[in-house]
């Protein structure tokens, strides 16, 4: 099992920029970042493999950028150009999947979550 603590959320307007952090006990292959607002299912937003392949969500393709640094055992979300529409609880979570796509069923564990809203 892996704890993930997420870090970084909070709240800004809109066109404004947030960076989120995530610190893991254990690495996995893949590392990912998922989403959910109120009334909505979890999504996927961005996923990376250890080799580094990216994987994003259509929504937020050229405005976020995930990253992650092996050593420190850290994972990272950069938002620019939010929108409110970005208003989630983000979560950090983990995969053993050599694919590390963004499907919520093959992630085994996940962070509590950090909260981002976005004023318009």
């Known amino acids: 099992q892996v704890q993930l603590v997420e870090s970084g959320g909070g709240s800004v307007q809109a066109g404004g920029s947030l960076s989120l952090s995530c610190a893991a006990s254990?690495?996995?292959?893949?590392m990912g970042w998922f989403r959910q607002a109120p009334g909505r299912e979890r999504e996927g937003v961005a996923a990376i493999a250890i080799d580094r392949r990216t994987t994003y969500a259509d929504s937020v393709k050229g405005r976020f950028t995930i990253s992650r640094d092996n050593t420190k055992k850290t994972l990272y979300l950069q938002m620019n150009s939010l929108k409110p529409e970005d208003t989630a609880m983000y979560y950090c979570?983990?995969?053993?999947?050599?694919?590390?796509?963004?499907?919520?069923?093959?992630?085994?564990?996940w962070g509590q979550g950090t909260q981002v809203t976005i004023s318009s």
């Open positions: 979570a983990a995969s053993t999947e050599w694919w590390c796509r963004l499907q919520r069923s093959e992630y085994n564990d």
């Open positions: 254990r690495y996995r292959y893949c």
